[in-house]
């Protein structure tokens, strides 16, 4: 049994319900244990894992958002900026699994956070499990 935290930017409330159950039902379906921390965006998630990180309560970590284009680059800067914050705590030795959709509009969204269709919260969830079997591996 391992400990995961699901940091979730609470953008869209009915999409990040929909990531948080697919994660969610794939760690506990393996034994793990789950805890979820809630924050603004996704700007604010590669800083409260490394937080969440440093306090050694937990075995690994799921980012969960969604970030929808709208007419200004601050897409490309939400987008960019939160998967390049998690990349670079993932070169840290930190396993985290990135459910940080960055969709073109709602419709795509939806396909990919409804657990009975593309499933991505599960998804990053078994990215999340992986890295932390690779880090008991090389450890
Ligand atoms: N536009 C989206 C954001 N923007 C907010 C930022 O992530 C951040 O909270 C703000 O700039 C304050 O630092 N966040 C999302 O998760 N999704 C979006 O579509
Ligand atoms: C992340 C975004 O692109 C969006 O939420 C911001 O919209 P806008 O560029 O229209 O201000």
């Known amino acids: 049994m391992a400990r995961f ?4 930017a609470r953008f869209y409330d009915h999409l990040n319900d929909m990531l948080i159950a697919g994660a969610r039902a794939a760690l506990e379906a393996e034994g793990h244990e789950v805890e979820v921390v ?9 800083g409260t894992i490394a937080m969440a990180a440093e306090s050694d309560r937990y075995d690994g970590f799921v980012a969960i958002g969604v970030v929808i284009r709208g007419e200004t680059y601050h897409f490309e800067i939400v987008a960019g900026e939160s998967a390049r914050g998690i990349m670079a705590l993932t070169m840290d030795g930190i396993a985290i699994g990135n459910g940080i959709l960055t969709t073109e509009n709602e419709a795509q969204a939806i396909y990919r956070a409804d657990p009975k269709q593309a499933n991505k919260g599960a998804g990053a969830a078994q990215a999340a499990m992986a890295l932390l079997a690779m880090q008991e591996k090389f450890a």
């Open 5 to 8: 935290l699901i940091v979730e």
């Open 38 to 46: 809630t924050v603004p965006g996704a700007l604010e998630v590669p």
